[in-house]
Structures are given as structure tokens and as C-alpha cells.
């Protein structure tokens, strides 16, 4: 009880002591609130940056491999290899449904490259058109604002019909129904039976079908050929079973495939098996570094404020030696002295550091409506930075609480 007692006067008169020097005080809490400032900023962005990434990854699925020309890892040096490769084709894709027993949903788009697309006045230019298996929906989760995906009647036949991006639609079709809509593209005519869902704000989305036109595969053969070298880009996507492990897969993957083209045993795969964990280790890294220089720069401005309220500390002992002879002669202990000023010290970095995490959240608010870019400042990062207030405010009145403990009170009192 007598030491609460202690903390709440001590409390008290550091408030007290605040509050009539006002603009010492002031002077004092900027020093804290910007280091507070820095410090839980720059982490709170990174940490909105990384889920914002993260979560954009996530949707690409954790127990899909994607068989791929190029690795997702670090090619440097290798790319001359890789050019080299045949593009993964439909018949990669039909293997894999035919003999795979760990995969659960296989499926194969290819990206044909950038084509206009035409509807009575309006046309559209740079559109993405890929033509995908009759399982791509499925794989890759699409949701459809109107409409929906292919038949498999549709599918097999290669008909004339294709799903469009949402900002494909609004730029053809403004506020007219899509469904049903006769478009033109490369001379032919297509029927628009779907619209993808819009995309969100993601910084990177890789499941972007905004700017897109999707045709079934059957029906992209005739518009080019896919075997060459030409075509942007292909994918055959296996997901794996229930209870299967992604290294299980991956191993009967690389034999079907291996046999399929026909390799012999010392030469090199002529494909590459990508995950998601690949690209996850490379941000890992990534991240790392910016919480590091995060770190760094914080520390740099929490020294300046460190000094900044230590010397404001030393000044308030010497402007009250007096009053702590008065104290020390009345019976005061030496840890009542050392505690009234080491809270007043953690008072003043506490109080700053409520301001720099005021001053935090008012500016990612705005940001956040501003640039389309949902940021946060989260509850870890509010403790993490009152944390560090009141351990600067320790580490700066620790050694000003000490001189003022220890003074002499015949001489504090003569002063």
C-alpha cells in the first residue's frame, strides 16, 4: 500500500510539474511523438503492405503447383536454359488428369496476348485474352458478377461464346446488360454469357480478370497457334488431394511429366514445378529487411528523443534542489526521490507516445481514403509503441532520478 501510495503522489506531482512548465513539457513530447512517430509508422505500413501482398497471394492456393516454363525462384544466370523450354501444353494437362493420383483438380489456361474487342461504336483495346480448360473456375475460385462460365456442351464444341473482365464490360457495354450481347474480336462473333466479378485494390493480384476475355480452349485453337513459342504464357495447375502432401505431388508430377516427354534419366527437367511457398520465402526476406530499416530509423529518432527528455530532466532536478533538501531533511527515502522523478519522466514519454500513436492512426486514416490502400494500425503495434514510450521514459530520467536520490540535503537545502 505504501508504495502505491508513493506512485500515485509521485503521479500526481509529475503532473503537477508538466502542466506548469508547460512548453518545456511541449518541447519534450515532440522529441517522443515523433520517434513514436517513426518507428510504429514505418511498421504499421509494412504491416499493411505485407497482408495487403499476402492476402493477394493466398488466393493463388497453398496446395496448388503451378508446371510452368519458368521457376519462380532465382534464375539469375539461367535464363538462357529456360528460354529454351517448350511452353507446358494441353497435353501436359491431359496426362496429369489421366494418370495423377494426388491430384484432386487439374486444369490449363493459356494466354494468348493482348486483342481488341469490338461492340457496335465501343471497343476495347489491350484486352488479355486467355483460353482455359473447362476446370479453370474451379481452380482458381471465380466469382461472376452476371452470368456464368462455360457449358461443358460449350467446351467441347469450342462455341462462340466468351466471359469478359468487369472492365472490359463497363468500357463495351456502360450501364446496357452484357448477357446475351453479340461482340466482335480477330473477325469472329462472340456471345457474352458471363462477367467476372471485379477485382479489389489489391497492390498485387494475381487472379486480376478485369481487363480480360476468356474463351474455352477448344475454341482459342482456332484463333492461334498455341504450340508456339509466340504465346505468352501457359500454365498447367494441379491441386492436390486431401491428404496429400505438396512433395508427394510434386514427385508424381515430375515422373508423369518426365515420362510424358519423354526424358531421358540424366537430363534436366524441361519444365518447373512452382508453389506458392516459393514466392512467400522471397517476401519473407523482403519484409524482413523493411522492419529492419524500420527498426533503424526508429532508433535513431526514439535517441533524439532519449536525449531531449533527459535533458529536460536534469534541468527539473536543478530546478528543485532545494525542494528535495526540504524532502530528504523531513525523512524522505531515497527511493520516494528517485521515483518521483523517474514517473515524471515515464509520464512525459507516456503522454508523447499517446500522441505520436494519435498522430499515426489520423494519418493512415486519411491515407487509406485517399489511395484506395487499406491501412491499419494494429492493437500489437499500439503496445509495442507504449511500451517503448515508458522504457524511454526509464532510460531517460533513470539517471536524473539518481543525482536527485542521492543529494546531500544540508547542501541541497543551501543551494
Same mark, same amino acid.
Given at each position: 500500500?505504501?508504495?502505491?501510495?508513493?506512485?500515485?503522489?509521485?503521479?500526481?506531482?509529475?503532473?503537477?510539474? $508538466?502542466?506548469?512548465?508547460?512548453?518545456?513539457?511541449?518541447?519534450?513530447?515532440?522529441?517522443?511523438?515523433?520517434?513514436?512517430?517513426?518507428?510504429?509508422? !514505418?511498421?504499421?505500413?509494412? %504491416?499493411?503492405?505485407?497482408?495487403?501482398?499476402?492476402?493477394?497471394?493466398?488466393?493463388?492456393?497453398?496446395?496448388?503447383?503451378?508446371?510452368?516454363?519458368?521457376?519462380?525462384? %532465382?534464375?539469375?544466370?539461367?535464363?538462357?536454359?529456360?528460354?529454351?523450354?517448350?511452353?507446358?501444353?494441353?497435353?501436359?494437362?491431359?496426362?496429369?488428369?489421366?494418370?495423377?493420383?494426388?491430384?484432386?483438380?487439374?486444369?490449363?489456361?493459356?494466354?494468348?496476348?493482348?486483342?481488341?474487342?469490338?461492340?457496335?461504336?465501343?471497343?476495347?483495346?489491350?484486352?488479355?485474352?486467355?483460353?482455359?480448360?473447362?476446370?479453370? !473456375?474451379?481452380?482458381?475460385?471465380?466469382?461472376?458478377?452476371?452470368?456464368?462460365?462455360?457449358?461443358?456442351?460449350?467446351?467441347?464444341?469450342?462455341?462462340?461464346?466468351?466471359?469478359?473482365?468487369? !472492365?472490359?464490360?463497363?468500357?463495351?457495354?456502360?450501364?446496357?446488360?452484357?448477357?446475351?450481347?453479340?461482340?466482335?474480336?480477330?473477325?469472329?462473333?462472340?456471345?457474352?454469357?458471363? @462477367?467476372?466479378?471485379?477485382?479489389? %485494390? #489489391?497492390?498485387?493480384?494475381?487472379?486480376?480478370?478485369?481487363?480480360?476475355?476468356?474463351?474455352?480452349?477448344?475454341? #482459342?485453337?482456332?484463333? #492461334?497457334?498455341?504450340?508456339?513459342?509466340?504465346?505468352?504464357?501457359?500454365?498447367?495447375?494441379?491441386?492436390?488431394?486431401?491428404?496429400?502432401?505438396?512433395?508427394?505431388?510434386? %514427385?508424381?508430377?515430375?515422373?508423369?511429366?518426365?515420362?510424358?516427354?519423354?526424358?531421358?534419366?540424366?537430363?534436366?527437367?524441361?519444365?518447373?514445378?512452382?508453389?506458392?511457398?516459393?514466392?512467400?520465402?522471397?517476401?519473407?526476406?523482403?519484409?524482413?529487411?523493411?522492419?529492419? !530499416?524500420?527498426?533503424?530509423?526508429?532508433?535513431?529518432?526514439?535517441?533524439?528523443?532519449?536525449?531531449?527528455?533527459?535533458?529536460?530532466?536534469?534541468?527539473?532536478?536543478?530546478?528543485?534542489?532545494?525542494?528535495?533538501?526540504?524532502?530528504?531533511?523531513?525523512?524522505?527515502?531515497?527511493?520516494?526521490?528517485?521515483?518521483?522523478?523517474?514517473?515524471?519522466?515515464?509520464? $512525459?514519454?507516456?503522454?508523447?507516445?499517446?500522441?505520436?500513436?494519435?498522430?499515426?492512426?489520423?494519418?493512415?486514416?486519411?491515407?487509406?481514403?485517399?489511395?484506395?490502400?487499406?491501412?491499419?494500425?494494429?492493437?500489437?503495434?499500439? @503496445?509495442?509503441?507504449?511500451?517503448?514510450?515508458?522504457?524511454?521514459?526509464?532510460?531517460?530520467?533513470?539517471?536524473?532520478?539518481?543525482?536527485?536520490?542521492?543529494?546531500?540535503?544540508?547542501?541541497?537545502?543551501?543551494?
Amino acid at each position: 500500500m505504501i508504495v502505491l501510495r508513493i506512485i500515485y503522489e509521485a503521479i500526481g506531482q509529475a503532473w503537477q510539474q $508538466l502542466y506548469s512548465n508547460r512548453l518545456r513539457s511541449l518541447l519534450s513530447l515532440l522529441g517522443i511523438s515523433i520517434g513514436i512517430f517513426c518507428i510504429i509508422g !514505418v511498421l504499421s505500413a509494412v %504491416d499493411s503492405l505485407e497482408d495487403n501482398i499476402r492476402g493477394s497471394l493466398d488466393k493463388l492456393g497453398s496446395d496448388v503447383v503451378y508446371v510452368k516454363k519458368w521457376p519462380w525462384a %532465382d534464375v539469375s544466370g539461367a535464363w538462357w536454359n529456360y528460354i529454351k523450354r517448350p511452353n507446358p501444353d494441353y497435353s501436359d494437362y491431359e496426362v496429369i488428369n489421366e494418370k495423377a493420383k494426388t491430384v484432386d483438380l487439374a486444369s490449363f489456361h493459356v494466354v494468348i496476348g493482348y486483342k481488341s474487342v469490338r461492340f457496335n461504336s465501343n471497343a476495347v483495346e489491350n484486352a488479355v485474352l486467355i483460353g482455359a480448360s473447362l476446370e479453370f !473456375v474451379e481452380m482458381f475460385q471465380i466469382d461472376f458478377e452476371k452470368g456464368r462460365y462455360f457449358s461443358p456442351a460449350e467446351y467441347h464444341y469450342g462455341s462462340n461464346k466468351m466471359v469478359i473482365g468487369a !472492365v472490359v464490360a463497363e468500357e463495351l457495354f456502360g450501364e446496357i446488360d452484357p448477357i446475351g450481347r453479340t461482340v466482335k474480336m480477330m473477325g469472329r462473333k462472340y456471345e457474352v454469357i458471363g @462477367v467476372i466479378e471485379k477485382s479489389g %485494390d #489489391a497492390l498485387l493480384n494475381p487472379l486480376d480478370f478485369d481487363d480480360c476475355l476468356l474463351v474455352s480452349y477448344n475454341n #482459342a485453337r482456332g484463333l #492461334a497457334n498455341l504450340k508456339a513459342r509466340q504465346i505468352f504464357d501457359t500454365s498447367v495447375n494441379a491441386k492436390a488431394a486431401e491428404g496429400v502432401s505438396m512433395l508427394q505431388m510434386k %514427385d508424381e508430377l515430375k515422373g508423369i511429366l518426365r515420362s510424358h516427354h519423354r526424358l531421358a534419366p540424366r537430363e534436366e527437367d524441361d519444365f518447373a514445378l512452382n508453389e506458392l511457398s516459393m514466392i512467400s520465402s522471397v517476401f519473407d526476406s523482403f519484409f524482413g529487411i523493411l522492419n529492419l !530499416v524500420g527498426i533503424v530509423i526508429g532508433l535513431f529518432a526514439m535517441l533524439v528523443g532519449v536525449v531531449s527528455v533527459a535533458n529536460i530532466m536534469f534541468v527539473s532536478v536543478k530546478e528543485r534542489t532545494n525542494l528535495i533538501g526540504v524532502k530528504k531533511a523531513l525523512g524522505a527515502k531515497r527511493i520516494v526521490i528517485l521515483l518521483e522523478f523517474l514517473i515524471e519522466s515515464v509520464v $512525459l514519454c507516456f503522454i508523447g507516445g499517446l500522441a505520436g500513436l494519435g498522430l499515426i492512426y489520423g494519418i493512415i486514416t486519411i491515407l487509406s481514403n485517399v489511395i484506395d490502400f487499406e491501412m491499419y494500425l494494429s492493437f500489437s503495434n499500439m @503496445v509495442l509503441g507504449v511500451v517503448v514510450s515508458v522504457l524511454v521514459g526509464v532510460a531517460s530520467g533513470l539517471i536524473p532520478a539518481i543525482q536527485a536520490s542521492r543529494m546531500d540535503p544540508v547542501e541541497a537545502m543551501r543551494h
